[in-house]
């Protein structure tokens, strides 16, 4: 899929002001720092349209980004920030967890994953609450730059390990860096598709 135009449309705190359901949305998600950002400049080809390098666990807001004029990409807050309270890791929850639970217009959440790191419970977690509301969700390993492929290889057997004791079989996942591009056109392409459908 070629980006022709991506825009950035709105940030919300609250799910009740979010844009009307009537486009597709595909919702990246994952640990504070895992590359979110980076990932959405990468796909859009605009370099400052996520903003990287936010301090974690400040205002959380979910952003909208129109791309082609027909589809969004959906920005969740990142969770998993040590420092944050346990008020505020309850707020996340809830407010994710209506954002996802409820947006009819959802297609695929995109569950970003650290390529360097062993599974964290967190993910898995997180994982499991998807398969849990039946939500479509595809595993992006993100960073993958930062070692060789044989360590990456590793990482995503140990999460599939972990993730088949709950479910039958490995979700599609997609291994990505936003400094070489890779992984960025088979994205763009499994979002085309499901468009398509
Ligand atoms: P976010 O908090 O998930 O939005 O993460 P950011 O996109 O802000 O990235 C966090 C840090 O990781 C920044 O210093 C990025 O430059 C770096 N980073 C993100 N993606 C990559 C990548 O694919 N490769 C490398 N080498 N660094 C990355």
Redesign the pocket.
Known sequence: MIVKSAEFICSNSQVSKLPPPAKAEYAFI??????????I??LTGKKGL?????T?GKTQLINHFLINESWYIVDLP?YGYARASKTEKAKWDKFIHTYLDKRESLQCVMV?IDSRLEPQKIDIEFCNWLGEKGLSFVLVF?????QSSIKTDQTIARFKKALLATFDEMPQFFI?????QQGREEILEFIDAVNQN
């Open positions: 994952g640990r504070s720092n895992v590359g979110k950002s980076s990932l400049n990468t996520a903003k990287t390098s936010q974690p990142g970003l993100t960073k993958a730059d930062k990505t860096s936003s400094e070489t």
